[in-house]
């Protein structure tokens, strides 16, 4: 009526019993020695083949699934763990992927030791890549979320692997909780990153002398920058900062001769000349003037030249050619006629 039956003990049967313990030994071959076409994607999870009579074994002892093993090189004192993939393999062995041949130290047919655990959820994993190359990864966490899928179990110090755009990705596990393994199926876990091996924490770049809210510290600035490209004779002749002239309307007669040769004789601004001393000698044209990218220079008052024949107090002389002459004619409407002649 129970489904069951009575041992000698007076214990019921089937799931009353309790479970027994797992503890085989297998010789250890990576995926690519499994007989047919070798499973890539294997490679890159902690689930391994085992053969048909460990799961009979598995059965008898009453070992509920989903199963987790530890397995252990005696010969090197390393372990690991995972899962069961496939109960495929040829009776003696079980087929593993390659980075937990690495984790184990062991060679291809080496003896190892399997066992079942009961291994408690994980709630954390702190992951450190083992090359800058994960930093071409533009989501982390889609990409880890994927492939953490293919593993049921993860261990301290283990190097697992994932493949990302054809490429192998390897990253170590510094850290896991809430034990040293853990069981990763149905879980939500939490992944934090270490700097990948290899990377280097770029320089800051130096900030300028003179401050951002200086505006003396900037002007003089630009003044060393343009000045360095002056010749020392031009520099003596002009400012490269000096003051702004406004532009006034001139009379109907032009200049007189007194602007007149000074314009001819010099092109320097009328700030930078009354701050020139008298025994410093003219100037014939200024060196050419490269201003930094974003600033304009405006430092040159340019008169026009006098009219050829003017007099002395700016008068035209009898000589001086006529431009223009000629009188107005105003239309006006006579009285008496409404129309204009």
């Given at each position: 009526m129970f489904g069951g039956f009575m041992d000698h003990g007076g214990q019921f049967g089937f799931g009353n019993q309790r479970p027994g313990s797992f503890n085989e030994y297998y010789r250890c071959f990576s995926n690519a020695f499994m007989p047919g076409k070798e499973r890539e994607n294997a490679n890159h999870g902690s689930k391994i083949f085992m053969p048909p009579s460990a799961l009979m074994k598995l059965t008898g002892l009453h070992i509920e699934n989903p199963y987790f093993f530890q397995l252990t090189n005696e010969a090197t004192g390393k372990s690991t763990h995972g899962g069961v993939l496939e109960f495929v393999a040829e009776e003696g062995r079980?087929?593993?992927?390659?980075?937990?041949?690495?984790?184990?130290?062991?060679?291809?047919?080496?003896?190892?030791?399997?066992?079942n655990k009961v291994l408690p959820r994980g709630t954390f994993v702190k992951i450190e890549p083992q090359s800058v190359d994960f930093l071409e990864i533009s989501d982390p966490k889609a990409v880890l979320e994927r492939a953490f899928r293919n593993y049921s179990t993860l261990t301290i110090g283990d190097i697992i692997s994932f493949e990302y755009l054809g490429k192998q990705r390897d990253v170590k596990l510094l850290e896991v909780k809430p034990a040293n393994s853990v069981n990763i199926l149905d879980t939500?876990?939490?992944?934090?990153?270490?700097?990948?091996?290899?990377?280097?924490?770029?320089?800051?770049?130096?900030?300028?002398?003179?401050?951002?809210?200086?505006?003396?510290?900037?002007l003089n600035s630009i003044r060393d920058e343009v000045m360095q490209h002056v010749p020392v004779a031009a520099k003596q002749g002009w400012d490269a900062l000096g003051a702004g002239q406004k532009l006034k309307p001139s009379s109907h007669r032009a200049t007189t001769a007194a602007s007149s040769n000074h314009a001819v004789s010099s092109s320097t601004s009328a700030n930078s000349s009354k701050s020139r001393s008298a025994s410093t000698p003219d100037v014939v044209g200024p060196a050419p003037l490269r201003v930094p990218l974003g600033q304009l220079f405006f430092g040159f008052d340019i008169a026009a030249p006098a009219a050829a024949g003017d007099g002395e107090n700016g008068e035209a002389g009898d000589d001086a050619p006529v431009v223009f002459k000629g009188e107005g004619n105003v239309l006006k409407t006579r009285k008496g006629k409404g129309r204009a002649k």
């Open positions: 079980v087929y593993v992927p390659r980075w937990m041949m690495a984790s184990l130290g062991a060679a291809e047919g080496q003896l190892i030791k399997i066992t939500d876990l939490e992944v934090d990153f270490a700097p990948p091996v290899g990377y280097v924490e770029p320089t800051p770049m130096a900030r300028g002398a003179a401050g951002s809210g200086s505006a003396v510290g900037s």
